[in-house]
């Protein structure tokens, strides 16, 4: 097929989207859970602040927050990794 489609990603780019996935999901394991919650609900599952914090039950500002300490977490973990976001 065409190697101008969108969608072909060359093997070696796609073992290091898989590893760099990997090294995220190890991190995600070690935030507290709230912050874990509300990364994943707002991140990975694309809801809105007001979406996630139904879902936590709490209020929106706290969604906020957990997601800020997350991502913060986070980057702090995957740069003592070597990898820069």
Same mark, same amino acid.
């Not at 060359?10 to 590893?19: T, V």
């Not at 139904?54 to 800020?68: A, F, L, P, R």
């Given at each position: 097929?065409?190697?101008?489609?969108?969608?072909?990603?060359?093997?070696a780019? %796609?073992?290091?989207? /898989? %590893?760099?996935?990997?090294?995220?999901?190890?991190a995600l394991e070690k935030l507290p859970a709230r912050q874990r919650q509300a990364f994943l609900l707002r991140y990975?599952?694309?809801?809105?602040v007001a979406q996630a914090a139904k879902i936590m039950g709490c209020s929106e500002g /706290?969604?906020?927050?957990?997601c800020?300490?997350?991502?913060?977490?986070?980057?702090?973990m995957l740069q003592k990794q070597g990898i820069k976001l």
């Amino acid at each position: 097929m065409a190697s101008d489609s969108k969608f072909f990603e060359p093997p070696a780019e %796609q073992l290091e989207r /898989s %590893q760099l996935i990997a090294l995220i999901e190890k991190a995600l394991e070690k935030l507290p859970a709230r912050q874990r919650q509300a990364f994943l609900l707002r991140y990975w599952e694309e809801m809105d602040v007001a979406q996630a914090a139904k879902i936590m039950g709490c209020s929106e500002g /706290s969604v906020k927050t957990h997601c800020s300490r997350a991502t913060h977490a986070l980057a702090v973990m995957l740069q003592k990794q070597g990898i820069k976001l």
